[in-house]
C-alpha cells in the first residue's frame, strides 16, 4: 500500500489535468482471501494530519462500493470542527468488490452463516440465492489479512476500531460481535438482516452471553433501521430493536448497546443519515476538548 500512497502524490497533478474527480487522501489496492476464492476492492482514506501519539481510530465499513465516499466525506466534513461536533479524525478502510455497481452478489457469502437453503427467505421471481455461508472465512480475513495490511501502513489506535455493515452487512457485524468480541470496539448494524440466519445467530449470541458471565468487555454497539422498514415481513426493526434491549441487559458486563429508528426512512434510504449517526457514534472526542455532538453552528 506504501507505493500506492506514492503514486498518488505523484499523480496528483496529472488526475487535475485530466478532468477526473477524486477524494482527497485515498488510495485502493486489491486483496485476496488464502483460498484465492475472493477478491476484494480495499479503499482506504486517511487525515492529512500527524496522527495523534495513540493513532488514528479506525472504521471498517462493508459494501464500499456503495458508501465509501458517504462516510469518507461525513467524517472529513465533521473532523474539520472537532470543537463543534465531537468527531475526531480517523481513517476509514472500504472493503468492496471489483464492480462499479453499488452491491456485489459476493456479499451473500461473505455476510452469511452456513445454512440450509430450506431455511433461506424466498427470493423474488424465484431465483436461487447466490452462494451463502463464508462469514467466518471473511472473519478471517479481515482479522488474519487486512487488518496487519492496514497496521502496517498506519498509525492507528487499535483501542478505538470500529466495523460498520448494512443490511446483510449489519448481520455479518453482529455475528462478528458475537464470535469475536474483542476484534473491534465498537459495532454499528444497520437494518441488520437477522431474519436470514436467525436460529444462528441466537445460537452464537447466547454463547455470547455465557462468555460475559466469565470475563467483562468494554464493547459499544449501536443497531438501526429505517420507520418504513416496520411493514416488511422479515421484522427487521423488531428484530432489531428486540436484540438491543437484550444486550442493553449485558451493560453491567460492559456492553452499550443504543437502538435507533430514523424517521422517514427506508431499507436503502436510511443509509447516509446512518452514517452521520455512526461516525459521530464511533469517533466522538474522548479528550473533553470537544463539544457533544450536534452542538453549536458551523
Not at 463543534?84 to 455497481?101: H, N, R, S, W
Not at 472465512?137 to 455493515?165: N, S, Y
Not at 443497531?223 to 451493560?251: F, M, P, W, Y
Request: a neutral charge; hydrophobic letters at 40%; proline letters at 6%.
Amino acid at each position: 500500500m506504501a507505493g500506492q500512497l506514492n503514486e498518488g502524490a505523484a499523480n496528483k497533478e496529472t488526475t487535475a489535468r485530466d478532468g477526473r474527480v477524486t477524494i482527497p487522501r485515498t488510495v485502493q489496492r486489491v486483496m485476496h482471501s488464502r483460498d484465492g476464492r475472493s477478491e476484494y476492492r480495499i479503499c482506504v482514506a486517511y487525515p492529512g494530519e500527524e496522527a495523534p501519539p495513540a493513532g488514528f481510530p479506525v472504521i471498517y465499513l462493508l459494501d464500499a462500493n456503495a458508501v465509501f465516499g458517504t462516510m469518507v466525506e461525513t467524517m472529513r466534513v465533521l473532523a474539520s470542527r472537532t470543537d463543534k461536533t465531537g468527531v475526531v479524525p480517523a481513517i476509514i478502510v472500504g472493503i468492496g468488490y471489483d464492480t462499479e455497481l453499488p452491491f456485489s452478489s459476493a456479499r451473500h457469502y461473505d455476510f452469511t452463516m452456513p445454512v440450509d437453503a430450506a431455511e433461506l427467505p424466498q427470493s423474488p421471481g424465484g431465483r436461487v440465492w447466490p452462494r451463502q455461508g463464508g462469514a467466518e472465512a471473511f472473519l478471517q480475513f479481515i482479522e488474519g489479512d487486512l487488518k496487519p495490511a492496514i497496521e502496517r501502513e498506519f498509525r492507528i489506535d487499535r483501542a478505538r476500531q470500529t466495523i460498520f455493515g448494512h443490511s446483510l452487512g449489519g448481520l455479518f457485524v453482529l455475528h462478528m460481535l458475537f464470535v469475536k468480541p474483542q476484534a473491534f470496539r465498537t459495532y454499528v448494524a444497520g437494518s441488520p438482516s437477522i431474519h436470514w440466519n436467525k436460529r444462528f445467530l441466537e445460537a452464537k449470541e447466547r454463547e455470547f452471553a455465557a462468555r460475559l458471565e466469565r470475563e467483562r468487555l468494554e464493547t459499544r454497539v449501536y443497531v438501526a433501521a429505517g420507520e418504513l422498514e416496520q411493514t416488511h415481513k422479515s421484522r427487521i426493526n423488531d428484530n432489531a430493536r428486540e436484540l438491543c434491549e437484550r444486550l442493553s441487559a449485558l451493560a453491567d458486563r460492559g456492553v452499550s448497546a443504543l437502538y435507533k429508528e430514523f424517521e422517514g426512512e427506508g431499507h436503502i434510504s436510511v443509509l447516509p443519515v446512518l452514517i452521520s449517526h455512526a461516525v459521530r457514534f464511533a469517533l466522538k472526542d474522548t479528550s473533553g476538548r470537544a463539544a457533544p455532538p450536534d452542538g453549536g453552528q458551523f
